[in-house]
T-cell receptor, first 110, second 112 residues
């Protein structure tokens, strides 16, 4: 069946460091891929999405490219800020069903 | 446009009781999904409703049920509460099935 695997956290970085959070997926069909972010005490917020292979989603300095050949959708940001500290979830939608990864906690230190 | 709203935000119940949580989707959104989030199990899918019909269901016991009204608002009910039902319950809406989901702030349920 479909599934999403994310790198385990927490990931701790200094401000202005480069961020990569790995995400790989298994899907039966041709899924859409998403990254969500959850700040403490809040629900999940859609960060970016990609609907087909080679699409690049981007938002607020974050980006991720839909790589069908490696079944990956890694999240990257060139320079993180303290305000980026949160839990990041990779997700896919396949045949109208959503599957979420376990989440990766990011801590950014000033 | 107003976001997804969930009521109540916090709830404390006793084991054996039942509880009803409410979700109002974004205007124009017809699909509503419910998730349970716990530190140990992460985000787990409960069920999805579209046009007042349950379209998908996760692996939860029958104590967990839901419904959707003609205005797309949704409720979920948990009967005979157990300590393990303590969690953050998240509602998400989308224009229709398969589209990106937008989440509410959640209802924090504590069962004592």
């Amino acid at each position: 069946g479909d599934s999403v695997t994310q790198m385990e956290g927490p990931v701790t970085l200094s401000e202005e460091a480069f961020l990569t959070i790995n995400c790989t997926y298994t899907a039966t069909g041709y899924p859409s891929l998403f990254w969500y972010v959850q700040y403490p005490g809040e629900g999940l917020q859609l960060l970016l999405k990609a609907t087909k292979a080679d699409d690049k989603g981007s938002n607020k300095g974050f980006e991720a490219t839909y790589r069908k050949e490696t079944t990956s959708f890694h999240l990257e940001k060139g320079s993180v800020q303290v305000s980026d500290s949160a839990v990041y979830f990779c997700a896919l939608n396949d045949f109208n069903k959503f599957y979420f990864g376990s989440g990766t906690k990011l801590n950014v230190k000033p | 446009k107003a976001g997804v709203t969930q009521t109540p935000r916090y709830l404390i119940k006793t084991r054996g009781q039942q509880v009803t949580l409410s979700c109002s989707p974004i205007s124009g959104h017809r699909s509503v999904s419910w998730y349970q989030q716990t530190p140990g199990q992460g985000l787990q899918f409960l069920f999805e409703y579209f046009s007042e019909t349950q379209r998908n269901k996760g692996n939860f016991p029958g104590r967990f049920s839901g419904r959707q009204f003609s205005n797309s608002r949704s409720e979920m009910n948990v009967s005979t509460l157990e300590l393990g039902d303590s969690a953050l319950y998240l509602c998400a809406s989308s224009v229709r099935q398969g589209y990106e989901q937008y989440f509410g702030p959640g209802t924090r349920l504590t069962v004592t």
